[in-house]
Nanobody, 125 residues
């Protein structure tokens, strides 16, 4: 059974950091593209970051460039999202998702077929 499980969310003050994890089971994610998306209440889903499966090319949404870093640890079958200099507008439920292929339109989410259940990130003082 293919499953993605996010963890690492929580409450953090503005300017703080969090590291989200996306652990895969039922498949090895080293050949898959893994994307991170977020959705805040009343807002549309937003593509945050993506790492490709074949060459580990990374993509970032404009709002997180320079602050977030995506990486993978194939030995642990896990993808991470390191989030630094967090802002209140980063508050959302964060989801990871898997795709066999992505291109520069990854942020639309259409390539991703398997999704995790999400983890809440709240940035507030």
């Amino acid at each position: 059974q293919v499953q993605l499980v996010e963890s690492g969310g929580g409450l953090v003050q503005p300017g703080g950091s969090l590291r989200l994890s996306c652990a895969a089971s039922g498949f090895t994610l080293d050949s898959y593209a893994i994307g991170w998306f977020r959705q805040a209440p009343g807002k549309e889903r937003e593509g945050v970051s993506c790492i490709r499966g074949n060459d580990d090319r990374t993509y970032y949404g404009d709002s997180v460039k320079g602050r977030f870093t995506i990486s993978r640890d194939n030995a642990k079958n896990t993808v991470y999202l390191q989030m630094n200099t967090l802002k209140p507008e980063d508050t959302a439920v964060y989801y990871c998702a898997a795709a066999l292929f992505v291109d520069s339109t990854w942020y639309e989410g259409a390539y991703f077929g398997s999704w995790g259940q999400g983890t809440q990130v709240t940035v507030s003082s």
